[in-house]
């Protein structure tokens, strides 16, 4: 144990709460490194944040504005002023490189300036009626509690793009980050708790899925969820909701293909694929796993590709030399490795992906490519979330994106290309909420929406000025002179 180890508490209606169980929350680079001791909640814990939630909930509705903006607009403020220090704990908790924790870490404070603005912003309509003499008027109220589930791959982010949109419309919250990573998600607690957030808006219950995370989606007290994580956790959750009648958003995996065109600059298509495939050690949903060549450019690019990758340096993440950090823990390295084994059995050729021993204890795996496989192995079917690619040959722009689109995710795609009908046909014919042009599928802006279609999403858009769509209702009033 470390001397900056710590003891966390939850935070119920404005109040830390140590429960009587916690949890180690582990370094991934340096499993000697107890980051520190993290409480778990319980269903008790989960019906007392309801409760302060929904106490709460009348004032901060009708708190206006320019309160929500204040309080959102300090929070962004101090996590971009203290980005470095904030992001090396990012680095250490989840694994993410130092520089890539840095990045997310401002993302997040952009997140909360941009809706601090969002709150200023709320707009309704105004329409004539059909009928003389009435006035038409579309507002929007908020949803009223919301609870928040969120995975360990993007910790401070992915809390601070469900929960800064959730606050500035007006709701109260109840947040259970992944228990993997509940670090980050309690340094956004602390901020909102010190910059005056009332007691009961928001409230921090942290602990595993499988009890904390179904008090959530189960409590009659809870209107509305938002959940990020893996495809079957948010299948059945959008399926729990709709019995419930709560309103629910969930944002899941991918399969993402990037399509590399004969015509490509073989420079932008090696640095978009290594950065879409292996940074962020692959954990993203918007990674890049599988690559479709086209035949005239596939040899070169397999060469270089994989020259590149095995040249990548895996170490710890808080040593900035560091390009590709840890897997999140001992569970995901272990299925990473049982997809690599399938591969030696599905694909011609496996480059890379042993586990490695570094001078820490960790876990340290090779970035692995796949090479001569086929669209329907199971490698290129399901998502491995690791720092793990395929290469799939096609014979032109017609194969490639009928095979970008044979599968049941539908994130991100991409296409390097330097031939505008190519890049064109692609963006309107592709099945994914998201779309780039010679850039990486992962790797996203703040500000505008983020999603996907077919089985990577269900519900409202995220993000951008889109994310009012799920955190308010609208109300539509008819109003007669009388
Ligand atoms: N789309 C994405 O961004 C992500 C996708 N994944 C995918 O999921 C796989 C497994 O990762 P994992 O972290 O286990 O993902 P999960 O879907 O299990 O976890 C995501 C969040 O949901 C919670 N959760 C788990 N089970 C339940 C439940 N029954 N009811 C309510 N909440 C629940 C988790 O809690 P806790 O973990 O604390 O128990 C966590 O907070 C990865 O290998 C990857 O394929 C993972 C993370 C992010
Ligand atoms: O690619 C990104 O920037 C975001 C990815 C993401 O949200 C995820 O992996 O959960």
């Known amino acids: 144990m470390k001397d900056s180890q710590v003891s966390q508490a939850n935070l119920?209606?404005?109040?830390?709460?140590?429960?009587?169980?916690s949890r180690s929350n582990i370094n991934p680079s340096d499993t000697d490194d107890v980051i520190g001791q993290y409480s778990s909640a319980d269903a008790d814990t989960v019906d007392a944040a309801v409760a302060a939630a929904r106490s709460a909930f009348p004032a901060w509705a009708a708190a206006g504005p320019q309160a929500r903006h204040d309080l959102l607009d300090a929070v962004g403020s101090e996590l971009l002023a203290r980005k470095e220090e904030i992001g090396r704990f990012l680095a250490r908790e989840e694994g993410k490189t130092v520089a890539e924790a840095i990045g997310e870490t401002a993302r997040a404070g952009q997140v909360f300036k941009f809706f601090a603005g969002e709150a200023l912003r709320v707009a309704g309509d105004a329409q004539p009626s059909v009928r003389p003499d009435i006035d038409v008027e579309v507002t929007r109220e908020p949803?009223?509690?919301?609870?928040?589930?969120?995975?360990?791959?993007?910790?401070?982010?992915?809390?601070?793009?469900?929960v800064a949109p959730a606050l500035a419309?007006?709701?109260?919250?109840?947040?259970?980050?992944?228990?993997?990573?509940?670090?980050?998600?309690?340094?956004?607690?602390?901020?909102?708790?010190?910059?005056?957030?009332?007691?009961?808006?928001?409230n921090l219950v942290m602990g595993p899925g499988s009890t904390v995370g179904e008090a959530i989606i189960a409590h009659p007290g809870i209107d509305a969820i938002s959940f990020t994580g893996s495809a079957g956790v948010g299948a059945r959750i959008a399926e729990t909701c709709g019995r419930l009648r709560k309103k629910v958003q969930v944002e899941m995996g991918g399969k993402n293909p990037m399509v590399v065109m004969d015509d490509a600059d073989l420079d932008t298509a090696i640095q978009t694929c290594l950065n879409g495939a292996f940074f962020s050690t692959g954990q993203r949903c918007t990674a890049s796993s599988r690559l479709i060549v086209q035949r005239g450019i596939h040899d070169a690019f397999v060469e270089a590709l994989s020259r590149e990758m095995t040249a990548l340096k895996v170490g710890d993440a808080l040593d900035t030399t560091t390009q590709i950090g840890p897997v999140v823990d001992e569970r995901q390295l272990a299925s990473n490795l049982d997809y690599i084994e399938l591969a030696r059995g599905e694909a011609d050729a496996v480059i890379g992906g042993e586990r490695l021993e570094l001078e820490k204890p960790g876990f340290y795996q090779a970035p692995a490519l796949f090479l001569g496989t086929d669209n329907g192995m199971r490698i290129n079917r399901e998502e491995i979330f690791g720092p793990c690619a395929s290469v799939i040959e096609v014979a032109d722009f017609d194969e490639a994106l009928a095979v970008a689109n044979d599968t049941e995710f539908g994130l991100s795609a991409g296409i390097c290309t330097t031939n505008l009908k190519h890049a064109n046909t692609f963006r309107r014919h592709v099945q994914a909420g998201m779309v780039m042009v010679n850039l990486p599928t992962a790797g996203v802006d703040y500000h505008v929406p983020f999603g996907g279609r077919k089985g990577s999403s269900y519900g409202a858009r995220e993000q951008g000025r889109y994310a009012v769509e799920f955190y308010t209702t609208v109300k539509t009033s008819y109003i007669s002179a009388g």
Do not use: M
């Open 12 to 21: 119920i209606g404005g109040e830390w709460a140590a429960s009587s169980h």
């Open 143 to 162: 949803v009223g509690i919301v609870g928040l589930i969120t995975p360990w791959n993007f910790p401070i982010a992915i809390p601070a793009w469900k």
């Open 169 to 202: 419309y007006g709701n109260c919250v109840v947040l259970k980050p992944a228990d993997l990573t509940p670090g980050c998600a309690h340094v956004i607690t602390e901020l909102l708790h010190r910059h005056g957030c009332p007691p009961g808006v928001f």
